[in-house]
């Protein structure tokens, strides 16, 4: 992650913790291919207590039907890489950790596709109120950048989120 992108993380996650305590909402995680980059760039942030409720890092399928309730038929149908499975990771970490506002990613971050999806697919969901969707994103990149792009789009969803 070069200082550059690492600046537009920091700059994303001061934006949606801003929002986020100006419209007292709370803010749950789901992550997959970025194993906790997105709780974690949020909780560098000050004032991050009064908005991050916490975060699920669910890298396994298990984890993801277990804990966060996405269908097991759905990941055995579509694999974990899709949009279903990241809106549905985006309503069980809202659900699991009380939150207003659910955020997940999941994706391919290389080096080997995954899932029958190519090296930068990455799906980021998000669930409110409202309803659940899930975002297509296809990052090119070595690993750790295709990790930063992801949670990059996941503060970048969220903020959107938070405006609506």
């Known amino acids: 992650m070069n200082n550059q992108h690492h600046l537009s993380l920091h700059h994303l996650s001061e934006q949606a913790v801003r929002q986020a305590l100006e419209l007292k909402r ?21 004032g991050a207590s009064g908005m991050l409720q916490g975060g699920v890092v669910a890298y396994q399928n298990s984890v993801k039907t277990d804990v966060l ?23 069980g970490a809202r659900t699991a950790l009380g ?36 975002y297509e994103y296809v990052f090119s ?5 295709i990790r930063g792009q992801a949670c990059g789009a996941a503060l970048e969803r969220l903020i959107e989120a938070l405006a609506s």
């Open 26 to 46: 709370t803010v749950a995680t789901a992550e997959s291919l970025t194993a906790g980059m997105v709780s974690a760039v949020l909780a560098d942030t000050p």
């Open 141 to 145: 990149g070595n690993r750790s950048e």
């Open 99 to 134: 939150a207003d506002i659910g955020v997940s990613t999941t994706g391919v971050a290389g080096p080997e596709a995954h899932d029958g999806k190519p090296v930068g697919t990455v799906y980021i969901g998000i669930a409110t109120a409202a309803g659940t969707n899930g």
């Open 69 to 91: 309730k996405v269908s097991a038929e759905l990941l055995a149908r579509v694999g974990s890489v899709d949009t279903g499975v990241a809106a549905d990771m985006a309503q």
